[in-house]
């Protein structure tokens, strides 16, 4: 939504006030300049890209204009999972959640929680480290490596879609030049026409220019700004499991490795202690 509002008065202000200082709107309607410009960009997106990455552009596209699933009430829920299975291992020993974590989408525990069931990076995380802490025997600083690792290597990985929108997003107002260019070739071809005739092409040269640079910045570089935000959030809710997993495994109680992970996430996103312990307690009352 914020992503469209923002198209709007971007678009309106630009628009508007060419349009108030007397200037003509159909003389923005150029197809071949936008041909030129928007067939250009594409064709060298899809040549700078291997498959997997330009799938995965494609993928992360709709998340840039969906509002962020990384609210409030999703970390609630995540704590309160993280929570009620690190209280049954302290309880039950490890062996009591073998069961939960091969079959997690069979599992009572995980059924609770539709959101992180839903994701299944996260749901992956979880249930990965959790079977290595089961079955292994990784110290915490080994566990902690690997964890910081296989973040990084995911955060990566979410960056692929976002640099590829970012560079086209910066080639933007380049193939809005060879437009313009192109436009100008056409009107030196041409200087046999009247000065109207004239005028007309050249101003349809300039508005290549000013759509490769409007579309750039104003249309593409949002979005990407928005995929990268995306990225990191999803990062955040990775570091907050890391964090309630290690102290787990230093042997804090449930309720304390919950709060080291509280203490992770954007102030936006967390709960106040407050709040965090009485969501617990109505939960455990269930």
Known sequence: MFLLIGYVLSLAAIFGGYIAEGGHAGALFQPFELLMIGGGAFGAFFASTFPKSFKATLKALPTAMKGSTYSKAAYMELLSLLNELFTRMRQNGLMAI??????????????????????????????????????????????????????????????????????????????????????????????????????????????????????GYAILAPVAARMEDRAQEATKMLECIKVALLATMNAYPPQVAVEFARKVLFTNERPSFTELESHLRDAKGK
């Open 98 to 215: 073998e069961g939960d974590v091969e079959e997690p989408h069979n599992s009572e525990i995980f059924k609770k929680y539709p959101h992180i069931a839903r994701d299944h990076h996260v749901l992956e995380f979880i249930t990965d480290y959790l079977r290595l802490m089961i079955g292994g025997n990784l110290g915490v600083m080994e566990m902690e490596n690997l964890m910081d690792v296989n973040i990084e290597t995911h955060h990566r990985e979410a960056e692929i879609p976002v640099h590829a929108m970012s560079r086209t997003a910066d080639s933007m107002p380049a193939f809005g030049i060879v437009a313009a260019v192109m436009g100008v070739v056409h009107t030196m071809a041409s200087v046999t026409q009247p000065p109207s005739v004239l005028g007309e092409l050249v101003g349809a040269a300039l508005v290549g220019t000013f759509l490769g640079i409007l579309i």
